[in-house]
């Protein structure tokens, strides 16, 4: 069997060394933009060239380096009958987890007002939190959204969830499809966007949806820079109906230096750190798929390529 580690990273044997330990039985090989055809059975990516599937035709399935396969689907050439394997979880969700509840917690527990009174030398003790008055919703009931609903929800926070379909969790209210988002916004203080990209979400935090949060709402993306429109985020913000939005994802990446974000006093930006891949249980997944497909044994994580996740 043969595998093919496809991924910009400047020292690949940090990933193919492990590949080898993990497969013994596999033949591993870094992809060379210039090399010939090495006839892979398999290719672990993140954001391949087309030139992959051009040349690498013996394909059984393509394993990606990540939860969101945007980036994945995006190339034209990616065979329509290839299975597209996306990570799941693998270590993500407690750090997305960890992540939205420390900017929840920054806001809902005022601490930029107590850095404030720090510099300023000023003990001052503030009104204790209210948990009815930070009521939050997440968008996408994937590995991540429920982990991050669970989480908030085991510190009492009021927690309701939205996806496209519907789903059931413990002590969180679930709203499904177009038809109920309206409600769901309305019940919303804190939005958290954990949604894959596709075509139906690219776009969805827009001025009319912000408009229909909770007055002072804060908007947390760990999603993709592409479910948000920038200036609207930024309308909201000057209405005075969003009062904070902390950002790990953008449109672009790296943010361009003069992107209007930077200079918002209101907006916490992150570079794409909210939930990092970890190499030692993403290669564990991934080289365990591999060998269950290579023997015809059925694995999940499968994407719907049609519907985009
Ligand atoms: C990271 O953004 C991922 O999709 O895993």
Do not use: C
């Not at 990933?15 to 033949?27: D, N």
């Not at 669970?150 to 969790?169: I, K």
């Not at 820079?225 to 009062?243: F, K, N, Q, S």
């Amino acid at each position: 069997m043969k595998v093919l580690f496809v991924a910009g990273d400047p020292k690949p044997e940090r990933w193919t060394v492990p590949i080898k330990a993990l497969l013994p039985e596999a033949e591993v090989h870094v992809w060379d933009p210039d090399g010939p055809a090495v006839g892979a059975d398999y290719a672990i990516v993140w954001q391949p060239p087309e030139k992959l599937f051009e040349r690498e035709t013996n394909l059984k399935a393509v394993f990606n380096l990540g939860a969101g396969i945007d980036g994945l689907l995006a190339v034209p050439n990616l065979p329509p009958h290839l299975p597209v394997v996306r990570l799941e979880d693998a270590g993500m969700s407690v750090q997305m987890a960890e992540y939205v509840l420390h900017q929840l917690v920054e806001a809902s527990r005022g601490m930029e007002t107590y850095r404030e009174q720090q510099r300023e030398g000023v003990w001052k003790i503030h009104r204790p939190i209210k948990r009815s008055e930070w009521p939050v919703g997440v968008m996408g009931l994937g590995h991540i959204g429920k982990r991050v609903a669970r989480t908030l929800a085991d510190l009492d926070y009021r927690v309701s969830g939205w996806a496209r379909s519907e789903h059931s969790l413990d002590r969180v209210t679930t709203y499904a499809g177009a038809n109920q988002l309206q409600e769901f916004l309305g019940a919303t203080r804190v939005l958290v966007n954990t949604l894959p990209l596709t075509d139906e979400t690219r776009d969805i935090l827009n001025h009319q949806h912000l408009s229909q949060l909770m007055p002072g709402a804060v908007v947390i993306n760990v999603g993709r820079g592409e479910h948000l429109v920038d200036e609207d985020l930024l309308r909201a913000i000057d209405d005075g109906h969003v009062a904070r939005a902390s950002l790990d994802v953008f449109r672009q990446e790296p943010l361009p230096a003069d992107h209007p974000f930077w200079q918002r006093p209101e907006i916490t930006i992150t570079p794409h750190i909210s939930a990092r891949t970890l190499r030692d249980a993403t290669l564990e997944q991934i080289t365990g798929k591999i060998r269950a497909h290579h023997n015809g044994q059925p694995i999940t994580g499968i994407v719907d390529t049609g519907r985009g996740y």
